[in-house]
């Protein structure tokens, strides 16, 4: 007989539909075969002119109806597009969803175009401020002024989909994602509902954006060969690839969903956090943060240090990342580590920034599904320091019956999402 | 009565009518005061400006400071005034296992460098490589995370040493509400025992008008209770800075550790009413019968948003309304929070909130149960019962 709640008496928590987009396509199989084949989505930037950027490569979006309209409405495409086939997998009605929302997106703010716009219509006298001030006042801008409300997005796929209640938008940085599963995870475990819509979507790759984390330093300058550039675990990794995209989990009770006939594709069964009171950008050096989260995930899971099979490194391609995250891991798992693969999705698709937690935890749990391993590709010049089975260059089989996905970011956020195969 | 009952312990509250409880409590029972108001540096618009606060009192590095913009540092502020109030600042262990959610909408940007660009815009037709020549020169590095909605939490982490998990909500009132209802749903299932949960707002950045405005949502005329505004004086909102952090637990936790409770918390409800379609009215009074049917006041978020703002006072027509925005202006994510904490204040004191403007219906004596409401100027609809602990 299945067992319906896991070692805490919780519900378990099924994921029963999965939706992507990332630069290497639309949906989820067609992404799955780009990414187990080891094709990377990273190209020469073609949205905007890449004068005096140090960056001039990405992983954008770029083949969506919405994708030179602006970081809010391709955020909102993409969210949208996921969402409409995870739904669908999880043999739900499209517009009754009947669970609450949980969107990880981008901060919103008024892009460049609109405000040379408003600053133009606004007359001749006083500062731009003033001008785009008055060029407001005088007329409503319904248009813009719903792109500039932080709530937007996650309100219209709300009334899209009829998600219930409130509908939350998130921002955990790079771990947004994965903070989204959790909070549906949390909310069917506590009983609020018996499903949850968790999305992860980012479009807001613009040339400030680029700017900003190139002026951090943040960023990979190896633009020759751009499929090439991001190099997770390699000794000349030299920063991450912006990128974008957007996945969509439907979570469910696993009661409800095998009660409803419904397939499951895989289990959330650990979520752990623990922020970082560091540096507003580096982690601490002794990785103590980090290693909380994955602790706290695989107690929650009911594993305690016992390994998983596979894990899916958050795996920037920074140089401060890729090793804070194997100190971290080989102080967790110690000389366990060695038998387990460990892979980066960023090497193919970059960094998804928002989304990067719920495209990563998707493609998690396809790896499982699969029984099939996604490589990290450009693996060519190891870096000795990290002596990780990173499934370099080819992706291989292996059966893989849990999985721990991490997830850090600015501003001290590590969360880390444990999944199986199988309820335990 | 239940070991799992949320309850506040902290609170940390900034806005214009100073910092800290005892400036806040003392205003809920004035009366109908003079606003404070700055009605020059942003004419037409009126806004509730921040009180002096020396930075230092919560944020001792000054390379602290300098890495945050003002909605960082009021809402770092106003954290570090909650848990010094809780009796938890400085405690490690604490403060390691506390959870923190925040409410926050974005940072403001560099008006000098924006103003610079847009400037230079107006003579060129290549806008777009203006842009990288401008931005690649003109931007502070660090001004990013100053404007980064995660990194007022992230600030707090690093200031406060609150460590045990950070999450950012977003989305005006409605991230505020979500907060608070995720922190009180956590603590009652056991999930936590401890949480830091507010916002803050810097409304004295034109960026942040231009936000409200492009909606036509200011206020231009000269100030009025949040009950009367709209007509020919614009859209309703008279902004303002400040916010407000509150500590709530689990009471068990509260107790075994003798802390000082405020009050303790119901059922948050939190909704979304399809306003294009649905009769808000009717929705803000079911919610109150649900979050509080034996309430007598109610402390009100309402914006002065006209339909937004009549609406709740119709439905709550039963009960005495006390719109704090009519003094402090609005702090859009902070909104909830802040509710909660005069809320709490009130109930803590015994004292009996006077009007806040000649409009609102005076109560007799102090009440044992407020309503906190946050109706948002354009969406989301939050409650709570603050009750006697």
């Known amino acids: 007989m299945t067992k319906f709640t896991d070692h805490l008496g919780r519900p378990v928590v099924a994921v029963i539909g999965i939706g992507i987009i990332t630069s290497l396509g639309v949906g989820r199989d067609e992404n799955w075969r780009a990414l187990a ?198 000794r000349d990794r030299d920063g991450f690839v912006l990128a974008e995209g957007s996945a969509t989990l439907v979570l469910e009770s696993l009661e409800s969903a095998l009660a409803r006939g419904a397939r499951v594709l895989g289990i959330v069964s650990g979520c752990g956090e623990k922020a970082d009171d560091f540096h507003r950008t580096r982690s601490k050096p002794d990785a103590s943060p980090a290693i909380g989260a994955v602790r706290a995930a695989l107690a929650d899971a009911g ?92 992706g291989r089989k292996g059966d893989v019956a849990s999985v721990l996905s991490n997830s850090f970011g600015f501003g001290g956020q590590n969360t880390c999402l444990v999944m199986a195969r199988e309820p335990v | 009565m239940s070991p799992r009952d949320a309850v506040i312990t902290g609170i940390g509250i900034v806005s214009c009518l100073g910092e800290g409880v005892d400036a806040h409590r003392a205003a809920l029972s004035a009366g109908p005061q003079a606003a404070v108001l700055e009605t020059e540096a942003f004419a037409p618009y009126t806004v509730h400006p921040l009180p002096e606060i020396d930075w230092s009192q919560q944020i001792p590095k000054r390379g602290d400071q300098r890495q945050m913009e003002t909605w960082q540092r009021i809402g770092t502020y106003a954290a570090g005034l909650a848990l010094d109030d809780a009796g938890m600042k400085g405690d490690e262990q604490l403060c390691a296992t506390m959870d923190m959610i925040v409410a ?67 989305g005006e009132e409605g991230s505020g509400v979500s907060a608070v209802d995720t922190a009180v749903a956590r603590i009652r299932a056991g999930q936590s025992t401890h949480a830091l949960v507010g916002g803050s707002y810097n409304c004295e950045h034109p960026d942040m008008l231009l936000a409200y405005e492009l909606g036509g949502y200011l206020h231009h005329g000269s100030w009025a209770p949040v009950w009367n505004r709209g007509g020919t004086d614009g859209g309703g909102i008279i902004p303002g800075s400040g916010g407000a952090f509150l500590v709530l637990e689990s009471r068990e936790h509260a107790e075994q550790r003798g802390a000082r409770i405020y009050a303790v918390l119901g059922d948050v409800k939190a909704d979304r009413t399809r306003r294009d379609r649905d009769d808000l009215a009717s929705a803000i009074a079911a919610m109150a019968r649900d979050a509080a049917p034996g309430a007598r006041l109610a402390i009100s978020s309402a914006s002065g948003v006209p339909d937004v703002t009549a609406a709740e006072a ?76």
């Not at chain 1, 699969?370 to 000795?384: A, H, M, V």
């Open chain 2, 314 to 389: 119709s439905a709550l027509s039963g009960v005495a309304l006390r719109a704090f925005s009519s003094l402090t202006g609005h702090f859009k994510e902070a909104q909830f929070p802040f509710a909660i904490a005069l809320a709490a204040l009130a109930i803590e004191a015994g004292i009996a909130v006077l009007p806040f403007s000649d409009d609102e219906a005076a109560v007799d004596g102090p009440v044992e149960e407020i309503l906190a409401t946050a109706i948002g100027f354009i969406s989301g609809e939050g409650m709570v019962s603050v009750r006697k602990a």
């Open chain 1, 37 to 234: 084949s080891g094709r990377s989505g990273i190209k020469a930037i073609t949205r905007f002119p890449t004068n005096d950027l140090k960056t001039r490569i990405s992983g954008m979006v770029d083949f969506l109806a919405s994708s030179s309209d602006g970081p809010g409405p391709l955020t909102h495409e993409m969210a949208e597009t996921t969402a409409r086939e995870a739904i669908a997998q999880a043999g739900l009605a499209e517009d009754d969803f009947g669970g609450p929302l949980f969107l990880a997106a981008p901060p919103v703010e008024t892009e460049w175009r609109h405000r040379f716009e408003l600053a133009a219509a606004g007359g001749t006298g006083g500062t731009p401020y003033q001008r785009m001030l008055a060029a407001a006042r005088a007329g409503k801008r319904p248009d813009l002024f719903s792109r500039a409300m932080f709530g937007t997005v996650a309100e219209r796929l709300a009334d899209r989909f009829g998600t219930r209640g409130l509908p939350v938008t998130l921002s955990t940085a790079c771990a947004s994602g994965a903070t989204a599963i959790q909070c549906g995870v949390e909310a069917i475990r506590r009983g609020e509902a018996d499903r949850a819509l968790a999305i992860g979507s980012d479009g807001s790759a613009t040339a400030e954006a680029l700017i900003r984390f190139s002026l951090l330093s943040a960023l990979s300058i190896q633009n020759d060969e751009p499929e090439k550039a991001s190099k997770p675990f390699s």
């Open chain 1, 303 to 394: 594993m305690g240090e016992r390994p998983v099979d596979y894990i899916n490194a958050h795996g920037t391609s920074t140089p401060e990342n890729d090793k804070m995250e194997f100190l971290a891991l080989s102080t967790v798992f110690a000389d366990r580590m060695e038998s387990i693969p460990v892979s980066s999705n960023k090497s193919m698709i970059g960094h998804t920034l928002s989304a990067a937690g719920a495209i990563e935890a998707a493609f998690s749990i396809l790896t499982m599904q699969q029984g099939f391993l996604p490589p990290t590709i450009n693996y060519d010049n190891p870096d000795p320091a990290i002596p990780v089975d990173c499934v370099p260059n080819a």
């Open chain 2, 104 to 170: 926050a909408g974005g940072g403001e940007r560099d008006e000098a460098a924006d103003s610079l660009i847009i400037e230079a815009a107006a003579e060129r037709n290549d806008r777009d490589v203006l842009l990288n020549e401008k931005l690649t020169t003109e931007l502070r590095p660090t001004l990013f995370l100053a404007q980064l909605s995660n990194l007022l939490a992230g600030n707090i982490s690093i200031v406060h040493k609150v460590t045990g998990s950070s999450r950012t909500f977003m």
